[in-house]
């Protein structure tokens, strides 16, 4: 079964940076476009970056730009969000999104697999 599994999530102090990891294992990984999403409590789920399958295009959510990157390595299965600069209003839960359509363009995810989610907490 399809499984994605985030780290690296944590308490920071404003300004500082984290790195989340997410694992990715039973689906094939190189086809597929990528992403993070965060929820804060009592709010609806939102996008903050996708990747495509290949890692030739990122996108992001206009909030985090120019502070988070997405990565990924598909020797290891794995998607990373660079988050740097942080600010409170970045305090979430953190959730891996792999899309269930093989060559999809990352713009169009719609169809998702998710992951349990990690916590970030900004502290100001």
């Known amino acids: 079964q399809v499984q994605l599994v985030e780290s690296g999530g944590g308490l920071v102090q404003a300004g500082g940076s984290l790195r989340l990891s997410c694992a990715a294992s039973?689906?094939?990984?190189?086809?597929?476009?990528m992403g993070w999403f965060r929820q804060v409590l009592g709010k609806e789920r939102e996008f903050v970056a996708a990747?495509?399958?290949?890692?030739?295009?990122?996108y992001y959510v206009d909030s985090v730009k120019g502070r988070f990157t997405i990565s990924r390595d598909n020797a290891k299965n794995t998607v990373y969000l660079q988050m740097n600069s942080l600010k409170p209003e970045d305090t979430a839960v953190y959730y891996c999104?792999?899309?269930?359509?093989?060559?999809?363009?990352?713009?169009?995810?719609?169809?998702?697999?998710w992951g349990q989610g990690t916590q970030v907490t900004v502290s100001s």
């Open positions: 039973g689906l094939i990984f190189s086809r597929l476009g």
């Open positions: 990747i495509s399958w290949s890692g030739g295009s990122s």
């Open positions: 999104a792999a899309d269930k359509i093989p060559w999809n363009p990352p713009s169009r995810m719609k169809d998702i697999y």
